[in-house]
């Protein structure tokens, strides 16, 4: 039997990247799915459920005055009936530019500028399949 996911990195923050190995996409989930006895929970053990990076949208970052840089990275929201919903979850600047660079993922600033953070590989898988 097969492992259905694989974690990829570990953030400074809450977020960690996972691979779906039976469908080759790339997710994002918070911690909210880890057990009580150190278990690492997959992404479609926490909360929100599955969020699949959605790269076809750009990697938006705006600023506030009262909350300073804000940043959203696009992503699918994947239900358990089967629906999938465009969504976004909030991101750290480590976050966005590791994901540009690593993807090609467009960042999008508030004053309709495209950037990015270069074109490089996704490194070598860090953890073991869960």
């Known amino acids: 039997m097969s492992n259905k996911w694989t974690k990829v990195r570990k953030f400074v923050a809450s977020h960690r990247l996972w691979k779906n190995n039976e469908n080759g996409q790339f997710y994002i989930a918070d911690e909210s799915g880890d057990g009580m006895r150190g278990q690492i929970g997959t992404p479609d053990m926490t909360e929100d ?8 949208r750009p990697i938006r970052v705006s600023w506030s005055k009262g909350l300073g840089s804000c940043i959203s990275l696009p992503v699918i929201e994947e239900h358990k009936d089967g ?8 991101a750290t600047v480590g976050e966005m530019l590791y994901l540009s660079a690593s ?3 467009p960042i999008e600033s508030e004053d309709g500028f495209i950037h990015s953070a270069g074109m490089t590989p996704v ?3 860090e953890e073991e399949l869960v």
């Open 103 to 105: 993807f090609g993922w």
């Open 49 to 56: 459920g599955p969020l699949r990076i959605n790269t076809m």
């Open 123 to 125: 490194p070598e898988l």
């Open 83 to 90: 629906r999938e919903e465009e969504s976004s979850t909030p």
